[in-house]
Nanobody, 124 residues
Framework: QVQLVESGGGLVQAGGSRRLSCVAS????????MGWFRQAPGKEREFAAA????????VYADSVKGRFTISRDKATNTVYLQMNSLKPEDTAVYYC?????????????????WGQGTQVTVSS
């Protein structure tokens, strides 16, 4: 059974930082890109960040560029999302996802596996 389990969510003040983690288990995710998406109340799920299998290439949504950093540790099958300078509009459920290919442009359709999500709430 494939599992992606996110952790690290919680309540944080505006301007603060938070690091999300996503551990993959049940199968190896060798060779695939990983991504983070988010969904705010009443809104559609949107792309936040993606990282290639090699880890050398990343892509970010304009809304998080310069504030969020995605990284991965292949040895532990873990993907991270470091979030700095958080804003109230970053409040959302954050989902980790595994793509089909080694690279992702951030398109929702590129992803086959999803975690259950972790809530991040940024207070003003």
């Amino acid at each position: 059974q494939v599992q992606l389990v996110e952790s690290g969510g919680g309540l944080v003040q505006a301007g603060g930082s938070r690091r999300l983690s996503c551990v993959a288990s049940g199968r190896t995710f060798n060779g695939v890109a990983m991504g983070w998406f988010r969904q705010a109340p009443g809104k559609e799920r949107e792309f936040a960040a993606a990282i290639s299998w090699s880890g050398r290439s990343t892509v970010y949504a304009d809304s998080v560029k310069g504030r969020f950093t995605i990284s991965r540790d292949k040895a532990t099958n873990t993907v991270y999302l470091q979030m700095n300078s958080l804003k109230p509009e970053d409040t959302a459920v954050y989902y980790c996802a595994a793509a089909r290919g080694s690279w992702s442009s951030g398109s929702y359709d590129e992803y086959d596996y999803w975690g259950q999500g972790t809530q991040v709430t940024v207070s003003s």
